[in-house]
């Protein structure tokens, strides 16, 4: 009905899962619906690299089609989801917003996307980042930046921009992006929607395009805490093929929700992640959540973090080495680009590395090689690992006595084109809330939490211990429950 079709992409994954199980409507209605919007506010925002209407389409005819006898569904079945250019799609163009893989149609899925694809969703596109992940505004993409759909002015953060737009613009139900230093959590938290990194080893990264293999890892975002624990529990699990995948049991995430206070929870609060450089209505803005934590029964405690302040040069040694490493792998032989015209060998290598990847990529590259260079290694990339432990053994201290981290995810709200894009330092400083999540392995969720007096999102983050995303979801979600900042959407139409 018409009605339908202009209100669906509205609905949460939730929401929409109930009215598709009930028949309400139709796998076609739902494509139909979401492509409208699409349409409408995509030159706007710019969050897709590539759509796929036609064959979305063609599935949720068959499906439709496949249900008229018997109509039996999976949770997933019909739900149009957007999955960020880095993760493998069989037959769907995978590009990392890179020109070195502009044309690169992988001939698998990653395994978080055929686990989708089990059960029948419905892929719209994939969606804009940050060059192979690296950076926090999606400025480093080489096809265009994605647009923040709360002022078009502002970065929707990064690397996960694209994602984050299409859940916040509703031209989508839930995206997968993926969380190597805050890629999910940053621009959820910039775009007003909920971002969950899980622990590192509970999502198969088979088929995530590698960019720091020890800190990345896929998760969900979502319109809300409810989507976030649907989504994790798809796609979570062991999976063979991939080495550092857990073989630990995947709960009922949704059962977590049913508890609505937080009665015993022991809550920690990190003095070091509330120091200078917070934005003033961040500050203010995370305080309160953390006292309507406290309303909802946790036990608020001090704790400390002191080797923050190194977590970001802690990152940008290991993060850069582990590229620099897994990056060579794009030399114009095996995948993607290769160089029009070079007289030997080493001169094809040599230009199609210089014509595929952009200055960031390249940024990181010099500084992996050289941080792991015969002279440095000791003094950088050892020292980092060292620091690493450091960063982790503190976390696991903390959570000897609390459930619980509650941090900021940003230190300032969403900020404006080219405001950092010219200083690659102060873009790395932003990440000091997320980075440390990664290089400890442990869960962490960012949500939102109020609105700057420019009418941007905040959000705040939670930080659990390893494998226990059950109880992230719940801290969220009582406090989800407790407010409502999500009944404000962006007006963007
Ligand atoms: N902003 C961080 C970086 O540039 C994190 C990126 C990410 O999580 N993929 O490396």
Not at 221 to 229: F, G, L, Q, R, S
């Amino acid at each position: 009905t018409l009605m339908s079709l202009t209100l669906l992409h509205k609905l949460t994954l939730s929401e929409l899962q109930r009215k598709f199980t009930a028949g309400d409507v139709t796998a076609t209605e739902i494509v139909r619906a979401y492509f409208l919007r699409v349409t409408q506010v995509e030159p706007k925002v710019n969050a897709y690299l590539t759509q796929c209407k036609e064959a979305a389409l063609a599935q949720a005819e068959r499906l439709d089609q496949a249900l008229k006898g018997w109509r039996k569904t999976t949770p997933m079945m019909a739900m149009p989801l957007a999955v960020k250019d880095n993760i493998c799609t069989e037959g769907v163009r995978t590009t990392c917003a890179s020109r070195m893989l502009d044309t690169f149609v992988p001939p698998y899925d990653a395994t978080v996307v055929a686990k989708l694809r089990a059960q029948n969703y419905l892929l719209l596109g994939k969606t804009n980042l940050d060059e192979f992940a690296m950076g926090s505004s999606t400025e480093n993409s080489a096809f265009g930046a994605s647009r923040n759909p709360w002022n078009i002015q502002t970065v929707p953060g990064g690397s996960s921009g694209g994602s984050a737009v299409a859940v916040a613009a509703d031209e989508c139900v839930a995206a997968l992006g993926s969380d190597t230093g805050g890629s999910i959590r940053q621009p959820a938290a910039f775009c007003g929607v909920v971002g969950l990194k899980p622990t590192y080893g509970r999502v198969s990264r088979y088929g995530l395009v590698a960019f720091a293999s020890s800190l990345d890892q896929i998760g969900p975002i979502t319109k809300d805490v409810t989507d976030a624990a649907i989504l994790l529990g798809a796609i979570a699990g062991h999976d063979p093929r991939d080495s550092t995948s857990a073989n630990v049991p995947v709960p009922d995430y949704l059962k977590a929700l049913k508890r609505k206070d937080l009665k015993r929870l022991k809550v920690g609060v990190p003095a070091e992640y509330f120091a200078d450089g917070l934005d003033p209505e961040v500050d203010q803005a995370v305080r309160t959540a953390i006292e309507g934590l406290r309303e909802l029964g946790a036990d608020i405690r001090e704790i400390k973090l002191p080797t923050t302040d190194a977590a970001v040069a802690t990152y940008y040694v290991i993060a850069t080495a582990e590229a620099s490493s897994n990056l060579a792998r794009y030399d114009g032989v095996k995948f993607g680009l290769r160089a029009a015209e070079s007289k030997d060998l080493l001169d094809m290598y040599l230009k199609t590395r210089a014509e595929g990847f952009g200055p960031e990529v390249k940024r990181r590259i010099m500084l992996g090689t050289y941080v792991l260079s015969a002279g440095y290694y000791d003094a950088y990339y050892g020292k980092a690992q060292a620091v690493r432990t450091l960063i982790r053994q503190e976390f696991e201290a903390a959570f000897q006595t609390v459930d619980l981290i509650v941090t900021p995810v940003t230190p300032t709200t969403a900020f404006k084109f080219g405001e950092k894009a010219q200083d690659p330092l102060q873009m790395y400083l932003s990440d000091i809330y997320t980075i440390s999540a990664n290089l400890a392995g442990l869960p962490a969720i960012a949500l939102p939490c109020g609105f700057s007096k420019a009418g941007l999102p905040i959000g705040f983050q939670l930080i659990g211990r390893p494998f226990e995303e059950e109880t992230l979801l719940r801290g969220a979600h009582a406090y989800e429950q407790a407010t409502n900042w999500r009944a404000k959407r962006p007006a963007i139409r």
